[in-house]
């Protein structure tokens, strides 16, 4: 099954100490995500406003994808101006409890993300239309199997804190953890379905936001 791993991320800190960030969390992760430590070259913006750099070469191949930083300057709050990181795989060559314990809560906190989730690729197409024009610092397409959410987009969705969100939802998922200034929550420990990712979806909607 092709999945997918998705981290967002406001622009505030340097480049430079970002990515150093970024890469260092991938030195301390078993294979198939681990890179080895090394200077690697800040991601240069040339006359481009944003900065890409590509994990081919340095994860197996049946993991693609990048990290695309957003130039520091004509900033506004829109997530179109995010830095963010894409990770596309084969779920049945990756341990799928591991990526969702140890590479994501790390790569959270490495980005600084304020949104993440892991999940079915498929869902990219199947929400492209309600996803299109949307300000994901401030809105909420859809409730992923596995998802982060930080406190700040807690609170302009859904009017919440953190535990509030917390306190309505832990008794019906696998999994809640509050970290870095927001939430985890982990409805699946296993690849889903569309159709399965579907119905989390909606159960989630049901508890946070029918009941708001």
């Not at 995500?33 to 200077?39: A, K, L, N, P, R």
């Not at 799928?96 to 980005?111: A, C, G, H, K, N």
Request: aromatic share 12%; glycine share 2%; net charge negative.
């Amino acid at each position: 099954m092709k999945y997918e791993l998705y981290l967002s991320s406001k622009p505030e800190n340097a480049v430079a100490d970002k990515h150093r960030k970024v890469m260092s969390a991938f030195s301390h992760f078993k294979n198939p995500w681990h890179i080895e430590q090394s200077d690697f070259q800040t991601p240069d913006f040339g006359s481009e406003i944003s900065a890409d750099f590509s994990f081919k070469g340095y994860l197996p191949g049946f993991i693609k994808g990048f990290v695309s930083y957003r130039h520091r300057e004509m900033l506004e709050d829109t997530s179109l101006h995010d830095d963010y990181l894409q990770l596309t795989f084969n779920t049945a060559k990756i341990d799928f409890l591991y990526l969702i314990e140890e590479v994501l809560p790390t790569l959270i906190q490495s980005l600084d993300a304020y949104f993440a989730y892991i999940a079915n690729e498929e869902l990219i197409y199947v929400d492209f239309k309600r996803s299109r024009h949307k300000n994901f610092r401030s809105e909420i397409v859809r409730f992923y199997p596995v998802i982060f959410l930080s406190e700040d987009l807690c609170s302009r969705f859904l009017g919440m804190t953190c535990a509030q969100v917390k306190a309505k939802v832990e008794s019906s998922t696998e999994k809640t953890q509050l970290i870095n200034d927001g939430i985890l929550i982990v409805s699946a420990l296993h690849p889903l379905t569309v159709e399965e990712s579907n119905r989390i979806d909606m159960e989630l909607n049901a508890l946070l936001i029918s009941q708001k």
